[in-house]
């Protein structure tokens, strides 16, 4: 079953709002076995509302609309559908009288708009809406359903999840969809595509793969599509398996994982604290430790030393480390982390000392520059990286590379203390 959403307002292609319908509607039809087709905003116009509805029929089995059902003179919706499906208007008297009760308990009394939004087209079928007083509408036209709901997104979820989603899986049209997201850290796109080649080439016909890449990491979505999700889930995590095998240093994560949550586990395994001693980062790994629920069990705290008399006086950095080799150097890097972990008495540490920009920079130490050092019970590691020019671009880099770098650490402790104790 193919799917099509369109969304109706101005206020949408003005950019006074930001459409989060579409995008949880997609994912939640995918969830469901249904590929979305296409995804479209269109004007509070007559003619562009009927010329999306007819454009939709002919590419979808399942059209979506959201807004335009309020109960001002600028929501037209319900007068196109009319238009669209040939039809009249009638008052839905279930839905008059649940608009009735929400108003009462609130002390609003009813007006002429409010019995309005009871009106609807002779030819749908009504979806009760709980959360608000516009019901949801739900068509069919030859081989299409078209279902309108409020722009509301409180309202829309509620409708999708009660009434559309149910009445879909009785029609026994959906097929089943899995989806996998594999996180690939430390390799860039062209070079992950060349080294997958030959995996990627003999994966089932029925999977589809995505590389997904942004300026921190590539995500690779594998899709598989058929009538049996439990072969789907199957084949997919085999060839996951193929894929550790073929990359094992560099997967970090899978689907919606963070590497501050992945380290966190981590941690948690190896049951240790982290501390972290920021300089360029300005304390945003702290955030993102911070920001995951229960970080308390393994994040002990953090300095933010962005003074050098701070990384002095907090972090034990010695003035004649700073004298020879400045701030932003292998040596102070090394000096911070041991700093941060004798000074918070926690088992690894991370640090970080660069030039975040867009000043500072220098011909030796160009903008981008950034020490990053990772200590953990028994091992230390230090690395120079050479970012960009863009200062949060920067601080977002050195912040997720000093993760993955502490979880490159945290795996290979965790694995010698495993051999040890055999």
Request: glycine residues 8%; contains cysteine.
């Amino acid at each position: 079953m193919k799917a099509e959403i369109i969304t109706i307002g101005d206020e949408i292609l003005i950019g006074q709002i930001v459409d989060t319908n579409s995008a949880w509607m997609a994912e939640q039809l995918n969830l469901n076995g249904i590929e979305v087709y296409q995804v479209s905003s269109v004007h509070d116009d007559h003619k562009h509302i009927l010329q999306a509805l007819a454009d939709a029929q002919q590419r979808a089995d399942l059209v979506l609309i959201t807004g335009g059902l309020g109960p001002t003179k600028d929501d037209i919706t319900k007068k196109c559908l009319c238009e669209y499906f040939n039809c009249g208007m009638h008052t839905h008297q279930p839905s008059l009288q649940a608009i009735t009760e929400r108003l009462e308990k609130r002390g609003i009394a009813l007006n002429q708009l409010n019995r309005d939004q009871a009106l609807v087209p002779d030819s749908c079928t009504v979806l009760p809406n709980k959360n608000g007083t516009a019901p949801g509408m739900w068509f069919e036209k030859q081989d299409t359903i078209f279902v309108s709901m409020p722009g509301v997104p409180y309202e829309m979820t509620g409708i999708m999840e009660d009434e559309v989603f149910p009445r879909l899986r009785k029609s026994g049209k959906l097929k089943s969809i899995y989806h996998q997201t594999i996180l690939v850290y430390g390799i860039g796109e062209s070079t992950l595509s060349e080294m997958l080649e030959n995996w990627e080439n003999a994966l089932p016909p029925f999977i589809k793969l995505a590389y997904l890449p942004n300026q921190l990491m590539v995500r690779l979505r594998l899709s598989a599509y058929g009538t049996n999700s439990d072969e789907l889930k199957q084949t997919v995590d085999q060839q996951i398996g193929k894929l550790q095998e073929l990359i094992p240093d560099h997967i970090c994560g899978y689907n919606g994982d963070t590497l501050s949550e992945i380290t966190g586990k981590l941690l948690t395994k190896a049951s240790a604290m982290v501390a972290v001693a920021e300089s360029c980062t300005g304390g945003n790994i702290a955030h993102l430790y911070t920001e995951v629920p229960g970080s308390s069990s393994y994040f002990k705290g953090g300095v933010v030393a962005y003074s050098n008399d701070v990384k002095m006086a907090l972090l034990n950095v010695k003035a004649a480390t700073l004298d020879a080799h400045g701030a932003v150097s292998q040596q102070t890097a090394l000096e911070m982390v041991a700093g941060v972990k004798q000074a918070l008495g926690s088992d690894y540490g991370i640090a970080t000392t660069g030039i975040a920009g867009p000043d500072g920079g220098t011909s030796d130490k160009p903008v981008g520059t950034v020490w990053i050092a990772v200590s953990g019970k028994h091992t230390t590691r230090v690395e120079c990286f050479r970012f960009h020019h863009n200062r949060s671009r920067n601080i977002e880099r050195a912040s997720q590379t000093a993760l993955n770098m502490l979880r490159q650490l945290l795996l290979t402790e965790i694995n010698e203390a495993a051999v040890r104790t055999k």
